[in-house]
């Protein structure tokens, strides 16, 4: 053979060779670009809805839905903390710092006396969030955006109640849990009833279980009874922690601003504790607001009760009225804890 016809074979040989070494890099890149089996399988059964068990029953409810309206002021603080745009709120009934107040892109439905329901229906939202103030709007609200999910979180700590209690630190989770399952924050929602439960356990182990506890709320510079057991915010707190009522009254009442027993009935009871709602704090334009701290400073029939010469009293957080949030809970009971614990 010659020397010609052997450097031509050779040639041909190192070219077949840079061939199949391109094609192996090639299918090897290929194979590198491609997503696992798994990831794709998982991909393609990532959930597009959620099932939601509410106040009514199941609903369906499409995940990280647009156009979300919010009318539960247990939700408000949770979704901000969960940067969740909101397309419309009743910002008369929330704080004046929240967000959602703030942003003039964020519609204003009013105040669930009268609230301006069109405005619902105007942002065409494929979620509405019900609960609280506005529980009672939910058939209107059903009927007027039909197709979106519409979801009830109200939470029953009513007279009807059997467990109001239980239902109160049920409710919260459930709701935290059906946020984080719509919104896709499952790991933030855990945190947050991690915290929760961590602070009823702080709180209940705080309590010595003999000293007599008096809940108020104090409105327009009056001291007004809260009844144990229902209603709002102190209430169902009774029951979770086993409070000893330092007065207990027939035919009380859930209303936002307590009974009207006096409060000479009040300081007869001699509570060991008195735990106080401020009403008026967080709302605006309220032209006769007093502190809660003040008024209780300054009433001369509890000078000489034990809660105040000992110095027993707790102050729910500022904005708990308009707020009622598990975050406002959580520090609500993680200040009872330390307090009660001195």
Same mark, same amino acid.
């Given at each position: #053979?010659?020397?010609?016809?052997?450097?031509?074979?050779?040639?041909?040989?190192?070219? #077949?060779?840079?061939?199949?070494?391109?094609?192996?890099?090639?299918?090897?890149?290929?194979?590198?670009?491609?997503?696992?089996?798994?990831?794709?399988?998982?991909?393609?059964?990532?959930?597009?809805?959620?099932?939601?068990?509410?106040?009514?029953?199941?609903?369906?409810?499409?995940?990280?839905?647009?156009?979300?309206?919010?009318?539960?002021?247990?939700?408000?603080?949770?979704?901000?903390?969960?940067?969740?745009?909101?397309?419309?709120?009743?910002?008369?009934?929330?704080?004046?710092?929240?967000?959602?107040?703030?942003?003039?892109?964020?519609?204003?439905?009013?105040?669930?006396?009268?609230?301006?329901?069109?405005?619902?229906?105007?942002?065409?939202?494929?979620?509405?969030?019900?609960?609280?103030?506005?529980?009672?709007?939910?058939?209107?609200?059903?009927?007027?955006? +039909?197709?979106?999910?519409?979801?009830?979180?109200?939470?029953?700590?009513?007279?009807?109640?059997?467990?109001?209690?239980?239902?109160?630190?049920?409710?919260?989770?459930?709701?935290?849990?059906?946020?984080?399952?719509?919104?896709?924050?499952?790991?933030?929602?855990?945190?947050?009833?991690?915290?929760?439960?961590?602070?009823?356990?702080?709180?209940?182990?705080?309590?010595?279980?003999?000293?007599?506890? #008096?809940?108020?709320?104090?409105?327009?510079?009056?001291?007004?009874?809260?009844?144990?057991?229902?209603?709002?915010?102190?209430?169902?707190?009774?029951?979770?922690?086993?409070?000893? +009522?330092?007065?207990?009254?027939?035919?009380?009442?859930?209303?936002?601003?307590?009974?009207?027993?006096?409060?000479?009935?009040?300081?007869?009871?001699?509570?060991?504790?008195?735990?106080?709602?401020?009403?008026?704090?967080?709302?605006?334009?309220?032209?006769?607001?007093?502190?809660?701290?003040?008024?209780?400073?300054?009433?001369?029939?509890?000078?000489?009760?034990?809660?105040?010469?000992?110095?027993?009293?707790?102050?729910?957080?500022?904005?708990?009225?308009?707020?009622?949030?598990?975050?406002?809970?959580?520090?609500?009971?993680?200040?009872?804890?330390?307090?009660?614990?001195?």
């Amino acid at each position: #053979m010659g020397k010609f016809k052997l450097t031509v074979i050779m040639a041909i040989f190192i070219l #077949m060779l840079a061939a199949c070494s391109s094609a192996d890099n090639a299918n090897s890149e290929t194979e590198d670009n491609e997503p696992e089996a798994s990831e794709q399988e998982e991909e393609a059964t990532e959930p597009a809805t959620v099932e939601i068990t509410d106040a009514h029953g199941t609903v369906t409810v499409p995940v990280n839905p647009k156009n979300v309206v919010a009318l539960d002021n247990r939700t408000f603080e949770t979704l901000a903390d969960w940067n969740i745009e909101l397309a419309a709120v009743p910002k008369a009934v929330m704080t004046s710092d929240s967000p959602y107040v703030i942003d003039e892109n964020v519609q204003d439905i009013g105040n669930h006396r009268e609230p301006n329901l069109e405005i619902i229906a105007a942002v065409d939202p494929e979620l509405v969030i019900v609960g609280q103030r506005f529980s009672g709007y939910y058939e209107d609200i059903k009927k007027l955006v +039909p197709n979106a999910a519409v979801i009830d979180l109200n939470v029953d700590v009513s007279e009807e109640a059997s467990a109001p209690g239980e239902n109160l630190v049920n409710g919260f989770k459930e709701t935290t849990l059906n946020l984080g399952k719509i919104f896709d924050k499952n790991e933030e929602a855990e945190q947050l009833i991690a915290s929760f439960e961590q602070a009823i356990e702080k709180a209940k182990s705080a309590y010595n279980g003999s000293d007599r506890v #008096m809940s108020v709320i104090v409105s327009g510079g009056n001291i007004n009874f809260s009844a144990p057991h229902t209603g709002r915010v102190w209430g169902p707190l009774f029951e979770i922690f086993g409070w000893i +009522p330092a007065l207990e009254v027939e035919n009380t009442t859930t209303d936002h601003q307590g009974d009207e027993i006096s409060v000479e009935a009040i300081a007869q009871s001699n509570p060991d504790w008195i735990f106080v709602l401020d009403r008026d704090a967080p709302i605006s334009g309220e032209t006769d607001k007093v502190p809660a701290q003040d008024v209780i400073d300054n009433s001369p029939a509890l000078q000489n009760t034990t809660a105040v010469t000992e110095g027993q009293i707790i102050y729910a957080p500022m904005d708990t009225y308009l707020n009622e949030s598990v975050q406002t809970f959580i520090e609500l009971f993680e200040n009872m804890a330390n307090t009660l614990a001195k």
